[in-house]
């Protein structure tokens, strides 16, 4: 089903203002910061096997416990961090998930150096199918399972599919030019 149909026949009231401001502003769209796309995959990671309300509801707890998403200061996380993160309530306390997040950052480092940016490396791999993106993701990071990968990749404009042609968003993202386009 489309986000853009999901969203319709949510309830209480500022449940749907939550998803409506994801959807209208954040979903579909182009994100061209290496900082902001490594923030989305974490909160991708994060809401395997949970609602995307649970994330978007703590997603300013996430930037503000994972450094803005920074990914420099995030590879070189300590022990210490990783037990910070496991005793912050604001997040996602899932050890899992936090090393995949140290982890996918000094990754990250990697390909910034072999090709400039994360970036640069989602471009020069586009255009794939959602099974080559699932197996290179795979590859190449920590818990990136299918769904995860898919909503990423939809999420910030490299796979078709997060608005129905019919949502009045789908104009915005498509001014956007979003890779999936080309």
Known sequence: MSYCLAIEGMQPESRKELH????????????????????????????????????????????????????HTIAAYTEEDR????????????????????ENAKTIIELQKEFGSFEKWLEHHHPKTLQEWMKLFKKTFKFT???????????????????????PVYHHVLEQKPLWKE
């Open 20 to 71: 409506k401001n994801y959807h209208d502003h954040y979903y579909g769209f182009p994100i061209h910061d290496d900082n902001e796309l490594f923030g989305r995959l974490i909160l991708e990671i994060n809401q395997a096997g949970l609602s995307w309300e649970t994330v978007l509801k703590k997603e300013e707890r996430f930037r503000n416990a994972y450094n803005n998403f920074d990914i």
């Open 83 to 102: 037990e910070r993160l496991m005793n912050d309530s604001g997040i996602i306390r899932n050890r899992l998930k936090i090393n995949a997040a140290i």
């Open 145 to 167: 399972g299918g769904e995860i990968v898919n909503e990423f990749l939809m999420s910030t404009g490299y796979l078709k599919g997060a608005h129905a042609e019919t949502c």
